[in-house]
């Protein structure tokens, strides 16, 4: 995140924004904020002297995306599920194959 100045006018309207080195205004209002990245700001609600976020609104792909995320993760523990009983498969087929070649013994 990254610190901002806000500097807004009495209805909220944003006049100007500074980030990184800048000098605390006197005289006008403004509030310092802590600015997630890839965020928007609309506005500075003056009553409260909070930001206004812009929240972007979901979209058919955002879905999409979120579903594949979704699906992946499954997957990937899916595959440990069958890594982690790999070992137990392959010593019942080596215990199949000994009980095979006993039977072949026995029979032959």
Excluded: C
């Excluded at 100045?5 to 802590?34: C, H, R, S, W």
Aim: charged share 25%; glycine share 8%.
């Amino acid at each position: 995140m990254n610190k901002r100045l806000i500097i807004y006018d009495k209805a909220g309207t944003i006049l100007a924004m500074y980030e990184g080195n800048y000098t605390l205004p006197q005289g006008v209002d403004f509030i310092e904020i802590d600015f997630p990245e890839g965020a928007s700001i609309l506005g500075v609600d003056p009553m409260t002297k909070e930001p206004i976020w812009y929240v972007k609104p979901e979209t058919g792909l955002d879905r999409v995306e979120a579903k594949l995320a979704e699906v992946v993760s499954s997957l990937s523990t899916t595959d440990a599920t069958v890594a982690s009983h790999g070992e137990d498969i392959l010593n019942n087929e080596l215990a199949l194959t000994e009980i095979y070649e006993m039977l072949l013994e026995v029979i032959g």
